[in-house]
């Protein structure tokens, strides 16, 4: 049995892995959150679609490396301890982060600056690859058997409040300029890329003070650690067949479930349903808010019932669910069923006219602004006419609504719907560090749980913002296709989790 640490001391050990990893998913966000600024800076203009694209194909390059990430540094984890491997993958991110905020733009310096964007990126997907197994593994080695779920949820907790400050400091730089100013080449989209190195110095501080795990050092003492981790964790049969199970019976669903309910919830709001960048924003602020406290419920339900069974239930939810909330978030701000109440022109429109080739002829476009007394906004573009040689040609016209703004009610609608997915996602999340932790030995344990949760945390659910956004552009007739390769995988996962997995708590982690 492993002795439990003091409960003062286990509240430090907690802070002190939960204050790191936070700032790690913080580092890793920002990129996700400006994903659409970003891509304006270092790619071509002319699409933006595909730029769009492109940033998001990067985006997925740091999560499709987290899995050599979770095999390095769990093997130098297994060889010299937990404590440094997760100082130096926190030294990486936060060096990874502050210096994409000083890479000059595409029309600085070409080419290069999506090639140096992808390379920062790689390296934050390597640190974050060798970061959670670290943090779970040193809270779980710390923890009563009958607390683990508990405690180690708080782990889970730092991947959304990661996001939520990510979200909290792009909005405070944002309400302090004007758009024109934040979206500028050295603009204050950079700023937070460059706080990164700020929190990084404290967590380092924070991170130097703590003292090995008690079972890592017990068995480096011992003389009993592994020589070889990665051939431990995969040759051997017995071993293996949990690194499979736990990936496809587990861990390949929870990533789908946690990157829908947050980053593929705020893409939708975004490009999809148009609401105004910072109101969009705040409605993920809210449902984080209200839902983060279900983590630690999770975890510490999960330590009385067991494991299994709350996290399939959680992508059982989701895939029942999901496209009802989505549709739901359409049918809000469908024009055909809102009454506008005294709805006003709110600017002089804009009117813009471009040649066709080297005809007489032009495409207008005019752009209008307006609100309404029951607490509407947006913006409506308006793009009908050509004219060819004198005469008027009418083709179909095609409007588009953006910079929404909801009503009250229909704002909290929103936070609600939001809400509900990111429950999910708690369900599905907080009890998984301690499941992974109890699959496998303390020898190995750092290579082992590392590798099935990058492959599915971050591969699988990774790939959902850049697979969604690739689907809806390929099959634009409808708009909820992108919800397929979510509803597809947590579906799968469910039924391997539901006939392979165990619902027992091994309370022996000593092993």
């Not at 095999?71 to 491997?85: A, E, M, N, P, S």
């Not at 926190?90 to 000059?104: D, E, K, R």
């Not at 110095?201 to 017990?218: D, N």
């Amino acid at each position: 049995m492993n002795q439990p640490t003091a409960s003062s001391s286990i509240w430090k050990v907690i802070a002190a892995s939960s204050m790191g990893t936070l700032i790690e998913w913080y580092d890793f966000y920002i990129f996700g959150m400006l994903a659409k600024t970003i891509s304006v800076q270092f790619f071509p203009e002319g699409n933006d679609v595909a730029a769009l694209l492109s940033t998001l194909a990067i985006f997925a390059a740091g999560f499709i490396v987290r899995p050599f990430g979770a095999l390095l540094f769990g093997r130098l984890g297994d060889l010299i301890g937990r404590k440094y491997t997760f100082l130096l993958t926190l030294v990486l991110m936060g060096s990874a982060t502050f210096l994409i905020g000083l890479v000059p733009g595409y029309k600085s310096i070409g080419v290069l600056a999506p090639i140096l964007v992808l390379l920062l990126r790689l390296i934050q997907g390597l640190a974050l690859g060798g970061e959670y197994g670290g943090a779970a593994t040193y809270v779980a080695e710390h923890a009563p058997a009958n607390k683990r779920g508990l405690y180690t949820s708080w782990i889970q907790t730092t991947a959304t409040l990661g996001l939520f400050v990510a979200l909290g400091v792009i909005l405070l730089v944002k309400s302090s300029m004007s758009n024109e100013a934040f979206d500028a080449e050295w603009g204050g989209w950079r700023y937070p890329f460059w706080l990164s190195i700020l929190l990084v110095g404290v967590s380092i501080y924070i991170r130097m003070k703590m003292k090995e795990s008690p079972l890592f050092a017990k068995l480096k003492h011992e003389g009993k650690t592994s020589v070889n981790p990665l051939k431990e964790s995969f040759s051997h049969k017995a071993n293996f067949k949990m690194v499979l199970l736990a990936l496809f019976g587990a861990v390949m669903g929870q990533g789908v479930i946690w990157y829908t309910g947050q980053f593929y919830a705020q893409n939708f709001l975004e490009t999809r349903v148009m609401i105004e960048f910072g109101q969009s924003r705040t409605i993920l602020l809210w449902a984080i808010l209200f839902a983060t406290p279900f983590f630690v419920f999770f975890g510490w339900l999960s330590d009385r019932i067991g494991r299994k069974w709350i996290m399939l239930i959680g992508m059982l939810l989701g895939v029942l669910f999901y496209r009802p909330i989505y549709q739901s978030f359409l049918d809000s701000v469908d024009h055909t069923k809102i009454e506008f109440v005294d709805l006003k022109v709110t600017a002089k429109p804009k009117i813009e006219a471009v040649p066709i080739g080297t005809t007489n002829g032009f495409v207008r476009t005019i752009t209008t602004s307006y609100a309404s007394a029951n607490g509407w906004a947006y913006t409506e573009t308006v793009r009908d006419t050509v004219k060819q040689q004198g005469d008027e040609i009418v083709a179909k016209p095609t409007i588009k609504y953006t910079d929404r703004q909801l009503p009250k009610p229909v704002f909290w609608k929103f936070v609600w719907l939001v809400f509900i997915q990111i429950f999910f996602v708690t369900m599905v999340y907080g009890p998984v560090a301690a499941f992974l932790v109890e699959l496998f030995p303390t020898k190995i344990r750092y290579t082992s749980m590392s590798l099935p949760y990058h492959i599915g945390n971050g591969v699988f659910g990774g790939l959902v913002p850049f697979i969604g956004l690739l689907l809806t552009t390929s099959f634009p007739a409808d708009p909820l296709v992108g919800l397929w390769y979510p509803i597809i995988v947590a579906s799968l996962c469910f039924v391997i989790g539901a006939l392979y997995l165990n619902n027992k708590i091994d309370p022996n982690v000593n092993d």
